[in-house]
């Protein structure tokens, strides 16, 4: 399972359009590439099926919320405050996306497509606000990630798009690899 993990950074107490632009905007990246999307410490204080309804009303983004709805209805949205202690099982790996990662904790793009191929889980956590992502997790996490592998800080919403899109596609390159190369080698 692969999960985009959004982290709010904003306010925690009021809701501001941001909140619900994000949300709208991550929706249909996360359902066109097959992802889970997973929103921490939002001030939401409502169930998901009004947070759905909520944003629809807000924003025309993601066709009214279509894709939200969806992803809500598939059981693959999920919202909670920021664990304490650790997340989850089954989101897997968690991944911090930074342009600067800790060498220690460096994943490729390309590691996260081959651990995929092999039905290996991610959480990519993004930081929503101008703080980025809380210092603690670039410890907690098991891995760190740059998706540009270029050092080049993206905005959260470019960050969104980048992460699924960049993966899907070298996911599917490696599938398309692995299926044409020979099983055995020959001899000539």
């Known amino acids: 399972m692969l999960t985009l993990g959004i982290v709010n950074m904003y306010d925690k107490i009021k809701i501001v359009d941001a909140h619900y632009r994000a949300i709208a905007r991550a929706a249909p990246i996360c359902y066109a590439y097959d992802f889970s999307l997973a929103l921490f410490d939002f001030p939401f204080k409502m169930e998901k099926d009004e947070l759905v309804e909520f944003v629809r009303e807000q924003t025309t983004i993601g066709e009214s919320g279509k894709y939200l709805e969806l992803l809500n209805k598939e059981h693959h949205l999920y ?110």
Do not use: W
């Open 79 to 188: 919202v909670s405050d920021m664990p304490a202690k650790g997340f989850p099982a089954h989101f897997g790996s968690i991944v911090v996306t930074t342009s600067k990662p800790y060498l220690q904790k460096a994943l490729t793009p390309l590691d996260v497509a081959d651990g995929n191929l092999k039905k290996k889980s991610y959480m990519f956590l993004v930081g929503l606000g101008r703080k980025g992502l809380p210092k603690d997790l670039f410890e907690r996490a098991e891995y760190h990630l740059d998706i540009t592998s270029k050092r080049i800080s993206l905005e959260t919403c470019t960050a969104i798009g980048a992460i699924p899109t960049q993966i899907n596609a070298l996911t599917f390159a490696l599938e398309q690899k692995n299926k044409h190369q020979p099983v055995e080698n020959y001899k000539k």
